[in-house]
């Protein structure tokens, strides 16, 4: 079945540093979506990307879509201590009628002031 | 908009007691609901999609006869966990979206502890 890994598992920064996290699919994705939970919290739905070799930014975060749809990535520039917490990508795969994602394996941000 | 409300935040109880969990969607009707597990430090892992009026699909390895599935209006899916055990402990959670290709909203979850 599809699988959806991301790397790294865990980064530790210090506040000011970058950070990047790397999202690959095993299939072709119609969609990917990136998503924020808090330690403690739910799934925040952060951006969605659609076209091949996308580039959207939020203020200090910028996400990318590859150009195959298969893989992702989401870039923070100058981490602050806000930014705590694991980021997920999750993909939609093509056909079905419903909107079912599969999560990636997620990679938890810690940021030392 | 697009609130997402799950009930309850926290269950403890006793191994053997069935467990009823809901998630309603709060300003939109969902025709899809989702029910995902997940353990500490790891992802989310789907369970299940709720169909508004017909049977839940599973995913592989999900016992729908353990976790069952009811959704009975366009604003309430719950997921009852029956018999439950200790291996059954873990965070749940649901979410809805407006319709197909729409970001996905998450209810806070709920945190089962079977003991």
């Known amino acids: 079945g599809q699988q959806v890994m991301q790397i790294p598992q865990y980064q530790h920064v210090q506040e000011g540093e970058d950070f990047t996290t790397y999202c690959n699919s095993s299939t072709t994705l119609s969609n990917i979506q990136w998503y924020k939970q808090r330690p403690g919290g739910h799934p925040v739905f952060l951006i969605q990307l659609v076209k091949s070799g996308e580039v959207k930014k939020q203020k200090r975060l910028t996400f990318q879509f590859g150009e195959a749809k298969k893989n992702s990535s989401l870039h923070i520039t100058a981490t602050q201590t806000t930014d705590v917490g694991t980021y997920f990508c999750a993909g939609k795969g093509y056909g079905g009628a419903t909107n079912k994602l599969i999560f990636g394996t997620g990679t938890l941000l810690a940021v030392q002031p | 908009g697009a609130v997402v409300s799950q009930h309850p935040s926290w269950v403890i109880c006793k191994s053997g007691t069935s467990v009823k969990i809901e998630c309603r969607s709060l300003?939109?009707?969902?025709?899809?609901m989702f029910w995902y597990r997940q353990f500490p430090k790891q992802s989310l892992m789907l369970m299940a999609t709720?169909?508004?009026?017909?049977?839940?699909?599973?995913e592989q390895g999900v016992e729908k006869d353990k976790f069952l599935i009811n959704h009975a209006s366009l604003t309430l899916s719950t997921l009852t966990v029956t018999s439950a055990h200790p291996e059954d402990s873990s965070f749940y959670i649901c979410?809805?979206?407006?319709?197909?290709?729409?970001?996905?909203?998450f209810g806070d979850g709920t945190r089962l502890s079977i003991l």
């Open positions: 709720s169909n508004e009026g017909s049977k839940a699909t599973y």
């Open positions: 300003d939109f009707q969902a025709t899809t």
């Open positions: 979410s809805a979206s407006y319709r197909n290709n729409q970001p996905q909203h």
